[in-house]
């Protein structure tokens, strides 16, 4: 691709979502695959759960080889202020540690293999439970008290999708920073995302799959923006800016300043 084409695609429809179609023409084929091994594992999970996990709120929690974390992440659902909650924990294959919380509301699944497409181990614990709201929260990260109950007013006020504002601290413990800005769709084409998935509070009949394309740390963008476009074609967005969430800048994960390789290349 040219200069002068990457600079008109860019100009015409933002940097990530032309990044994101090439995506979508270069793993097409992978994606269709783990979409089948996902509707196989559902269909077994579903199985083995019988009743499905129904409350208010569906909180997800995809987790990988980190016990200690989440742990700490399902004490931090399990301490909200607003109560109406089950809790889902899905585990990609590498088996779940033996003490999680003892609680109801607490649901936990094993993938019967590693996927290491986090849209997908997501995905599964959507189809899973039953609720009228669903949030998300990752194995290494923790909610304040409050996220629930601020989120799912902001949904009441309106909002068919609603993210906070994420204090993002280092691994020693300090902030980093605090990612808070209101939502525009387009310079969201088109700048670094400040939407985290682990921030998002949703209407289930607003909800869309997560991508199952298996994105690697050179893989531009995430699944968390890719989300968060598709769903504000019809969803009416709105920001919390109050910092609800405990996010750790975790080097061995997927954490990216979000500036792609190459700079403004597409």
């Keep these: 691709m040219t200069a ?11 940097v990530w979502p032309v990044m994101e179609w090439r995506n979508r023409l270069t793993m097409g084929r992978r994606g269709a695959a783990f979409t089948r091994f996902e509707d196989a594992e559902v269909a077994r999970l579903a199985t083995e759960l019988g009743a499905p996990p129904t409350a208010a709120i569906a909180c997800i929690i995809p987790t990988y080889k980190r016990p200690q974390g989440v742990v700490a992440s399902v004490n931090s659902i399990l301490a909200q202020e607003r109560q109406d909650f089950v809790v889902v924990v899905v585990d990609d ?17 094993s993938l019967s293999r590693n996927s290491a497409v986090l849209g997908l181990v997501r995905n599964v614990g959507i189809r899973l439970s ?7 929260l990752d194995d290494d990260n923790t909610w304040t008290p409050q996220h629930l109950s601020l989120a799912v007013q902001a949904i009441d006020d ?9 204090r993002r601290r280092r691994q020693d413990g300090t902030e980093l920073d605090v990612l808070s800005k209101s939502f525009d769709r387009r310079r969201f084409a088109d700048e670094t995302s400040w939407v985290d998935a682990n921030s998002i509070v949703l209407r289930r009949s607003a ?12 893989t531009f963008p995430k699944e968390d923006w890719e989300f968060v476009w598709r769903v504000s074609r019809r969803a009416r967005v709105a920001h ?3 910092p609800t969430v405990e996010y750790l800048v975790n080097m061995e994960s997927f954490y990216t300043t979000w500036t792609p ?5 597409v």
Excluded: H, I, N
């Design 207 to 218: 909800l869309l799959p997560f991508s199952r394309l298996p994105r690697t740390k050179m």
């Design 130 to 136: 039953r609720s009228d709201y669903v949030a998300f």
């Design 93 to 109: 294959g590498a088996g779940l540690p033996p003490d999680l919380p003892k609680d109801p509301r607490v649901f936990a699944v």
């Design 261 to 265: 390789p190459g700079g403004e290349a």
């Design 4 to 14: 002068p084409v990457r600079k008109l695609l860019r100009r015409a429809f933002g």
């Design 158 to 166: 309106g909002a068919d999708l609603v993210y906070t504002a994420v």
């Design 240 to 242: 919390v800016t109050t």
